[in-house]
């Protein structure tokens, strides 16, 4: 089970900083771990907001969110981050940790191992 925490309320032009622990440090021993972070707004789909290999340390984004979030990863307390820089209304979403052995299943629409969700809302 992925822990998330940081979400909260801010205006627009604000920032949050996510956060999600992976339990175990087996889990994120093998070469091809990797995770990342979705978001679902009320009505929509699930969408990928961003994801990083583990070990490589690759990182990818959703358009939207390019050069305003950073996804990072502390390898020594195996915790992964969501730095949210710029915040728009439009980023109001219960934002979703996620991990699996691929960078393609997480980019690819969401690996296995999913974390309870954090709200993050931003006023106009």
């Known amino acids: 089970q992925l822990v998330e925490s940081g979400g909260g309320s801010v205006q627009a032009g604000g920032s949050l900083r996510l956060s999600c622990v992976v339990p175990?440090?087996?889990?994120?021993?093998?070469?091809?771990?990797?995770m990342g972070w979705f978001r679902q707004a009320p009505g929509m789909e699930r969408e990928f907001v961003a994801a990083?290999?583990?070990?490589?340390?690759?990182?990818y984004y959703a358009d939207s969110v390019k050069g305003r979030f950073t996804i990072s990863r502390v390898m020594t307390e195996s915790t992964l981050h969501l730095e949210m820089n710029m915040l728009k209304p439009e980023d109001t979403a219960v934002y979703y940790c996620?991990?699996?052995?691929?960078?393609?299943?997480?980019?690819?629409?969401?690996?296995?191992?999913w974390g309870q969700g954090t709200q993050v809302t931003v006023s106009s």
């Open positions: 996620n991990a699996d052995y691929g960078i393609l299943r997480i980019t690819g629409g969401g690996g296995m191992y």
């Open positions: 175990g440090r087996t889990f994120v021993s093998y070469a091809n771990f990797a």
């Open positions: 990083i290999g583990w070990s490589s340390g690759d990182t």
